[in-house]
């Protein structure tokens, strides 16, 4: 998108997208991507300021933060961000899941979970600033700052990750001190090596648009991983009821790996440092692979995909990109970031 771009540019940002494709060369036999190494190639994506940390204020900053358990989480390394440069930080949720604060508190980078009910102001005179993110709720205020895209075909179009869009927005209002991205965060859990067991996300989904995304070969691959007893800790699936979400992430915390499609575990359990290995065909691995420090991702190989935003993805009978990944691709991927995950411990 021109004007994306050229906001990145205007304001000094090192251009997302050149780290994208530095990150993408990496590409090893096995037709996967890994970010075992993400905290240095973050490293490279450097933001600036104008503020001194001296000269901070005191009332804060609002975030309004929107939609799914991913969508959620992708907004933590900004809130992280905005928190290490001095600032308190409130989050505006508008989630459809009543549980999903839990994925924000406790954390020292957020002051207060403030949830949205519609005919509830804002008062513009509580903040510094409010950031609304692409999946937030319009508070009206005038200092508000809008997200850089506003529709859906816009940040498909981006070649950004939902986390490189918020940063940017920082970045649009800010310019001078120098931090490198953040790695997310969920709540106050962390993963702690080795784990116990592999664990596999595969549960279907009320949204028959959604249950596109499932891998039909989940039980091949189950049984391979299991015959070849790859982890000590054995293999489970991750159960389906997820609503209680704390206690869901606990579970992901605990696995020695994540195994799965594009869906909300994945992403809670990439967050948290979990080892993951996402499966995507119809939708977007640049706006939407599970972003942490040892997270890959595979895809299918169809040049029909990714096509979540299209009229294909309504059309579409025969989803045949999610069975073009082959089981042996994955058990080959699981192998290879199981060893780089116990080289670099």
């Known amino acids: ?3 994306l771009r050229k906001s990145i540019s205007e304001y000094n940002v090192t251009r997302p997208a050149t780290v994208l494709r530095s990150i993408f060369a990496c590409i090893d036999k096995l037709g996967i991507i890994t970010y075992i190494k993400l905290s240095q190639d973050c490293s490279k994506l450097m933001l600036k300021k104008k503020a001194n940390t001296n000269t901070v204020s005191k009332k804060g900053i609002l975030v309004t933060v929107g939609s799914g358990y991913g969508n959620i989480v992708w ?10 440069v001095g600032y308190e930080v409130d989050v505006y949720l508008n989630s459809p899941y009543e549980d999903s604060h839990q994925l924000l508190k406790p954390n020292k980078c957020v002051r207060e979970v403030i949830p949205y009910v519609p005919g509830i102001e804002i008062n513009d005179n509580s903040y510094d600033l409010i950031f609304r993110t692409f999946w ?12 850089l895209v506003n529709d859906f075909n816009s940040l498909l179009s981006s070649g950004l990750h939902e986390v490189e869009i918020h940063l940017a927005q920082v970045e649009k209002e800010f310019s001078g001190l120098v931090f490198p991205i953040p790695h997310p965060f969920v709540s106050d859990i962390k993963w702690e090596y080795p784990g116990e ?42 159960p389906g009821d997820y609503r209680n979400i704390r206690a869901a992430c606990k579970a ?20 948290m440092g979990v080892p993951t290995v996402g499966l995507f065909a119809p939708t977007s691995t640049i706006k939407a692979r599970p972003w942490g420090r040892n997270a890959c991702f595979l895809v299918g190989n169809m040049t029909c995909q990714p096509c979540h935003g299209t009229k294909a993805w ?3 009978t025969d989803w045949v990109c999610m069975r073009s990944i082959k089981p042996q691709r994955i058990v080959d991927a699981v192998i290879s970031l199981r060893n780089k995950v116990v080289m670099a411990h």
């Open 252 to 271: 992901l915390s605990k696995a020695s790996m994540v195994i799965g499609h594009d869906c909300g575990p994945i992403h809670l359990a990439s967050a």
């Open 197 to 238: 067991g592999l664990l596999i996300v595969n549960h279907k989904s009320e949204n028959k648009f959604w249950e596109r995304r499932r891998y039909p070969w989940m039980e091949t691959l189950f049984n391979l991983l299991r015959e070849l007893n790859i982890d000590n800790g054995g293999i489970r699936y991750f």
């Open 136 to 147: 937030g709720v319009a508070t009206g205020c005038k200092n508000e700052v809008e997200p």
């Open 1 to 3: 998108m021109t004007i």
């Open 314 to 316: 309504e059309n579409c």
């Open 75 to 84: 907004t933590t390394p900004m809130i992280r961000y905005l928190s290490k």
